[in-house]
């Protein structure tokens, strides 16, 4: 099953409104919502129990100049068995504008016993643009016992600023073929979790405040850390052993940034 959805969003009189939505089901959005800021708040749909082997999922989504964009998902993504050995697939392009805003924090991705997945995420800045994108891994069904059973999770997170390409995050996890390298890698944690804030405004004081706020979560349960881009951004990784948890250190990480960058509190979405 091929699901696609493709929208876009502009900036008129100070609020952002939905001018393109394509889509082909499973996927579809919900009604947008409006927020006091001005900005819109998008809810994706899925009306699919999920990616089966030889699913493709299409997202894009252009913000256009001075739009400010939230984009979420309803539930979370479930990567169900491939035996047929092909892998599902989502492919994801988005595009900012100058002076836009774009933030991208979808539901935990549940990668179930014996699935194949391959993903990417392409975003495209402009200089005046700032993004934030976060993303949740967990190790399946856990309260099924599947702890890294799955097959394959192939991931790759790709930026441009102005077709210079900055970015190049690649994840590929084979955890029953090389489970050495998964417990190496994670320890006993057992979710990761990635935010990525882009703008050229982000400066080294971001990555030294975001640090000292992950350091007041360094507990057993969560560990995490910030580095600077080669340009124009920060990446935040945190590790876990629940999807709750690092979600809320990354919502945690989220909202200062957007103190930071944006002068705007936090933004409470409810499910």
Not at 111 to 125: D, H, I, K, N, R
Not at 145 to 170: K, L, M, P, T
Request: hydrophobic share 40%.
């Amino acid at each position: 099953m091929n699901g696609r959805w493709e929208g876009a969003v502009v900036n008129r009189e100070g609020r952002t409104r939905l001018i393109v939505s394509k889509q082909q089901a499973p996927l579809k959005v919900a009604k947008p919502f409006e927020r006091a800021d001005g900005g819109l708040i998008l809810y994706l749909m899925d009306a699919s129990p999920g990616l089966f082997g030889g699913d493709t999922q299409r997202i894009v989504c252009s913000v256009k100049s001075g739009a400010k964009l939230y984009l979420t998902n309803q539930a979370s993504a479930k990567l169900h068995p491939s035996p047929s050995l092909q892998p599902s697939r989502q492919m994801q392009s988005f595009y900012v504008a100058q002076d836009a805003v774009f933030e991208y924090m979808p539901e935990p991705v549940v990668p179930f016993a014996g699935s194949l997945f391959e993903g990417e995420t392409q975003v495209y800045m402009t200089s005046g643009a700032t993004a934030m994108v976060g993303e949740i891994l967990t190790p399946g069904r856990v309260g099924k016992g599947e702890v890294f059973c799955f097959e394959r999770y192939e991931s790759r997170f790709i930026v441009y600023w102005e077709q210079q390409c900055v970015v190049w995050d690649a994840i590929l996890l084979e955890p029953r073929r090389e489970s050495l390298f998964v417990s190496s890698s994670f320890g006993s944690f057992t979710h990761v979790g990635t935010f990525y804030a882009l703008s050229e405004r982000v400066a080294n004081t971001h990555v030294a405040t975001l640090q000292a706020l992950l350091n007041q979560f360094s507990e057993d349960d969560v560990y995490g850390g910030c580095s600077a881009l080669s340009k124009n951004g920060l990446v935040v990784r945190i590790l876990g052993r629940s999807a709750w948890r690092v979600a809320q250190v990354m919502h945690a990480c989220h909202t200062r940034m957007r103190q930071l960058l944006l002068g705007a509190d936090e933004l409470l979405i409810r499910k």
